[in-house]
């Protein structure tokens, strides 16, 4: 019996999808799997997407590439974040795409490749603004005539990525850099090595601007059914643009381990950061920080049990949380609790728990252990 797992809703992957499916147009949809696909389940969501509809999966480290192939995927993957040269045998011999801006991961790249007849499709990052991976221009062009002169290695495609296009509705900054971007593209062009790929379109570029979807589109926290922000949403409709549908897909569930009853003027948890005032009724649950269920949301959190809600009491240990169930009937060791999600008419969304844990929703769903189960359900 698992006292903790996560439930995902295959309807509601394949409804946001579809959403997205229709957005891309004719470019090419690669859905973001990183990070065990937002929380999600790295395997069961790449298999699910790449039997309806997705043309690439995008991962950002190695190993993830590598669980994908060993579980039999064996669409385009590519590798969005940084690949070490000696780690470069193994992206020739699983025949994985690579963003690039290391002459040294290229070099390697090609002598294997070239050693076996192959051809490693490249993509180089280009720095547009955000000022973490990437090349500025004139780099990158010495890049693209490396790539351009070396065997076993061929300029498939040029990316980049936003700084602020979720945070706010004054989008001056990502403008800028999608013309940085453009000028990149055309002085490829100009050097002969044009990029037939190019991607600069994540989820909320995608909802916004259908001209920079261009040849392929990253598909990120919005397949999961979250807006990238309340920004972007905002932007959405200040542009006319369809306000999707997104639907959420993840639950997160435990079950009771203890139910407890303890007299007016009892302290609860480390620090004794809460204080009865009658007596009270508590339940144990066996999640706690390690598992991803955020400190900070310590005191004034909530989650569902019955068809009650049930406050979060003192603070949220390592592995273990306490809710006040006194007005729940029928709570007991065992009892189904919801952490994050939906049952009847109360929600636990990404966006409520991210407030309570002074975060961004990206984070909640992402930081929920790996080691606990993914269930694909409906």
């Given amino acids: 019996m698992n006292l903790t797992w996560v439930e995902v809703s295959q309807s509601a992957i394949l409804h946001n999808l579809k ?8 470019a090419l949809l690669a859905p973001v ?4 696909a937002y929380g999600h389940g790295l395997v069961q969501i790449g298999r699910l997407v790449t039997a309806n509809g997705a043309d690439w999966l995008c991962v950002n480290s190695l190993y993830e590439a590598v669980a994908l192939r060993e579980h039999g995927i064996t669409c385009p993957v590519h590798v969005l974040g940084y690949v070490s040269p000696t780690q470069a045998e193994t992206v020739v011999a699983l025949g994985l795409r690579m963003v690039v801006y290391d002459s040294e991961v290229v070099r390697r790249l090609s002598a294997l490749a070239s050693a076996r007849n192959q051809s490693v ?11 973490r991976q990437g090349l500025l221009p004139n780099q990158a062009l010495e890049l693209a005539k490396l790539i351009r002169d070396l065997p076993g290695v ?4 040029i990316s980049s990525h936003y ?26 062009r100009e050097l002969g090595t044009p990029p037939r790929i190019r991607s600069f379109s994540n989820s909320a570029a995608t909802i916004l601007w259908p001209e920079t979807r261009f040849e392929l589109v990253r598909l990120g926290i ?8 309340k920004e972007t949403f905002v932007s959405a409709v200040m542009l006319g643009r369809e306000t999707l549908d997104l639907r959420p897909a993840l639950t997160w569930k435990c079950v009771v ?17 809460f204080r009865t005032s009658h007596e009270t009724r508590l339940a144990v649950l066996p999640v706690g920080y390690y598992d991803g269920y955020d400190r900070g949301m310590s005191n004034l959190a909530h989650v569902i049990i019955g068809d009650h809600m049930a406050p979060v009491r003192g603070r949220i240990a390592m592995n273990m949380t306490v809710v006040d169930v006194t007005d729940i009937p029928d709570v007991e060791a065992g009892s189904e609790v919801v952490l994050l999600g939906r049952r009847g008419d109360n929600v636990l969304s990404s966006e409520l728990l991210a407030q309570w844990a002074n975060t961004i929703n990206y984070e909640i769903p992402t930081r929920i252990n790996d080691r606990i189960p993914r269930v694909l359900v409906d």
Avoid: C
């Avoid at 499709?121 to 000022?131: A, D, S, V, Y």
């Avoid at 509705?169 to 490829?188: G, V």
């Fill in 19 to 26: 959403l997205f499916r229709e957005q891309a147009g004719k």
């Fill in 222 to 229: 919005s397949l999961y059914g979250l807006w990238p922000s």
């Fill in 154 to 157: 061929e300029l498939e495609g």
């Fill in 121 to 131: 499709p490249l993509h180089i990052k280009i720095e547009t603004g955000n000022n």
């Fill in 163 to 188: 700084a602020d296009i979720e945070d706010t509705t004054d989008h001056t900054f990502a403008r800028s850099q999608l013309r940085r971007f453009l000028e990149m593209d055309k002085a490829l």
């Fill in 33 to 36: 799997v990183k990070a065990n």
């Fill in 257 to 273: 381990a203890q139910v407890k009853s303890v007299p007016r003027g009892e302290y609860i948890g480390y620090g004794r950061t």
